[in-house]
Every structure is written in structure tokens, then in C-alpha cells.
């Protein structure tokens, strides 16, 4: 008898808290599925995962991505209404889409953090494509509730805003980057919950990243870093977000984001919060020769312009420096330093931001 290889990724451990949320056994099967050899199959790394079998009632269209398309739906087992998000047809061939979306089903699996919506079940609808089911948030984007209106409900947005900083945190506390944080990939729910979405371009760090002093390295969930490969390559000079609120780094098409490219974005939902406008603005070919750049001017010059407070305008300016190493280190620091300014008083503050940015030094 031959030899047999060695697999070349480590099972992932299925974990109490997924076996108590998924509904069958779709989500464990992925997660123990080694998706070098899933990706190694010609076009068909997908056929592996259970059909759901007539279970969702798939409804009306509610938005379109990068990755894949998303729709209302209901599970008529649990009865209960999820969002679907499915693989687009012209994607099936394309053997990196398929990677990246089982990819973003297995990252996603491991998340428990109450701003980022649980994911429920994965597999493949009746007419084969592969689909994710996640928690159906009732509600808007923060791009809608923005509607271009400099600094209106300032306090209402920067809670909002503090709570995707917190879910952030917690991904990279686990080794993760989402890599196209904007405010149309936050959903604010009817109650005011926020739900961070869209992790399809999510990547797993090679090794942690520094972190806050104080962070605690075990998850609620008891997990620590994510074991998941890396399995669909970023090709040089290939451009990975969008563009008016991409980091430089990643407009250059760096092989390797960090933290500091997400507090970019981060940085550039706060300067709309703050202005109305993203960071950058114009045909995609101008902004991404823009961002390459690194110039910021327009950025700078529309938050000088606004009559936001100037700590919080001192915030955003750190974050969308052209210089990651100048920005937060991670969205942990981001995440403090908004929750100081929400709860300080309304006097004059001691050099506030100042002392929290020295965290970056440590």
C-alpha cells in the first residue's frame, strides 16, 4: 500500500458553541474539511458539501458583493427567516472564488462576538450553487443612515461606530482582518444592534499581531487564534477592497495586510461620520492612483473643513495616515480611545487622545 501524504492543513476543532448553533451537520463537515484539497479539485471544490435539500424558501433580493449576492430567505424546518448569501453563477468556475467563499464560511464559523452575525448552516442549494446561512438582520447600512449629512446624531454614530471598532478588535484578537471595512458592511439593525458583514476578503494572519496590554488572548467562545489557512493567494499588484477606503498598502497590492490596514478603514467610516464624505472620491482608476500614493490631502482638507470636535478629527487623521506604522496598532487601541472620548466629560480633557496613542508604543 502507498504511502499517504500528510494533509496539508490542520483539522479544525469543532467546538461546543458551533455544534449548539448549526442546524445539521453542514457547518461541522466544513470545518473539518481540509480546503487545500478542495482547492486542488477542478471546479468542483464545492460539490462536497451537503444539498439543503428543499430547506429554504429562498425570497427577495437584498444586495450584491464582491463575493456573492445576498438574499432574504426562510428555513422552513426552523421556521425561522435567515439571510442567504450564494456563490454568483460566473463565480462557479473560477476556482479562487470558490476558495474564498469556503474560506469565508470557515472563518466566519469560529466568530462569536454579538456585532458579527452568526452563521448557521453552509452547503449547496438545489441547483448546486454554494451558499452560507446567517442571522437576518432587519435593517440599514451605516452608509444609509449616514445619507451624507456631516456630523448629524454625532453621538448616536460614534456609538455605533465604537461597536464595530469592538468587533474588529475581537477578529484581530483572533488573528483576523477584514480587509473591506466601509459603511455599507455595517448593518445597523431596527433596535440600534450592529452587525458587521461581508468577511469575504477576510484573511488569517501567519502569526498574532501585537495587541493591547490588557487583552485577554481567550475568546468568549474559548477559542484563541484561528488555525485556518490562507488559501487563496493575493497575486501582486492585485488591488483588495474598496478603493475610497482602502489602505495604501493594499491599493500597492501588498501579499500581506495587517491590523493597521483595517484601522485604515476604520478611519475612513469615522471621517464620513464626521463629514459626510469617504476618504476618497472619484472614478475607481483616479482613487486607487490617489491611494497608492499615499495622498490623503482631500481627506485632510475635508475634515479641517468640518466642524467636528477636534479630538475626534485628530482620531480619524491617525487612522488614515499614508504611514500604517503612524496609525493605531490594532482596532483594540481605536476601540479604547472612542470609548474614552464617549465617556468623558464635556470639559476640556487632559490630552486624552495623547495618552491613549502612547499605547501604540508599548
Not at 426562510?74 to 473560477?94: C, F, N, P, S, Y
Not at 496609525?327 to 495623547?354: H, Q
Amino acid at each position: 500500500m502507498p504511502d499517504v501524504p500528510p494533509p496539508k492543513t490542520q483539522l479544525v476543532a469543532v467546538t461546543p458553541f458551533y455544534r449548539s448553533n448549526v442546524t445539521d451537520r453542514s457547518l461541522e463537515a466544513l470545518l473539518l474539511t481540509d480546503l487545500h484539497a478542495l482547492g486542488d479539485a477542478a471546479g468542483l471544490s464545492w460539490a462536497a458539501l451537503p444539498v439543503s435539500d428543499n430547506r429554504y424558501a429562498i425570497g427577495e433580493w437584498i444586495a450584491s458583493g464582491g463575493m456573492g449576492s445576498l438574499y432574504a430567505a426562510t428555513d422552513k424546518v426552523l421556521g425561522r427567516q435567515v439571510a442567504i448569501k450564494v456563490l454568483r453563477g460566473e463565480q462557479l468556475t473560477d476556482p479562487t472564488a470558490v476558495v474564498r467563499f469556503l474560506q469565508e464560511a470557515r472563518i466566519h464559523a469560529q466568530f462569536h462576538h454579538p456585532s458579527i452575525p452568526p452563521l448557521h448552516d453552509v452547503g449547496r442549494l438545489e441547483d448546486g450553487r454554494p451558499f452560507l446561512a446567517m442571522k437576518y438582520v432587519r435593517g440599514r447600512t451605516l452608509h444609509d443612515l449616514l445619507a451624507g449629512k456631516p456630523a448629524a446624531e454625532l453621538d448616536r454614530h460614534l456609538a455605533l461606530f465604537e461597536k464595530v471598532c469592538l468587533a474588529i478588535a475581537y477578529a484581530h484578537a483572533k488573528g483576523v482582518v477584514h480587509r473591506d471595512l466601509t459603511p455599507s458592511n455595517v448593518l445597523v439593525s431596527d433596535h440600534g444592534r450592529v452587525q458587521v458583514i461581508d468577511w469575504g476578503l477576510a484573511k488569517v494572519l501567519a502569526s498574532p499581531q501585537s495587541r493591547s496590554p490588557d487583552a485577554d488572548p481567550r475568546d468568549a467562545d474559548g477559542t484563541t487564534q484561528m488555525s485556518v489557512p490562507n488559501l487563496s493567494r493575493t497575486e501582486e499588484g492585485l488591488a483588495i477592497g474598496t478603493p475610497a477606503y482602502m489602505a495604501p498598502e493594499q491599493a500597492s497590492g501588498a501579499s500581506v495586510a495587517t491590523e493597521q490596514s483595517d484601522v485604515f478603514g476604520l478611519g475612513g467610516i469615522l471621517c464620513t461620520i464626521l463629514t459626510g464624505l469617504p476618504p476618497h472620491k472619484g472614478k475607481v482608476s483616479t482613487v486607487l492612483k490617489r491611494v497608492r500614493s499615499g495622498d490623503i490631502s482631500s481627506a485632510t482638507a475635508t475634515l479641517d473643513r468640518c466642524t467636528a470636535p477636534k479630538d475626534l478629527v485628530a482620531l480619524a487623521k491617525a487612522c488614515l495616515s499614508a504611514d500604517a506604522a503612524e496609525r493605531p496598532k490594532n482596532a483594540g487601541v481605536l476601540a479604547r480611545a472612542v470609548t474614552e472620548y464617549i465617556n468623558a466629560d464635556r470639559t476640556p480633557r487632559r490630552s486624552w487622545w495623547a495618552k491613549l496613542f502612547a499605547a501604540k508604543d508599548e
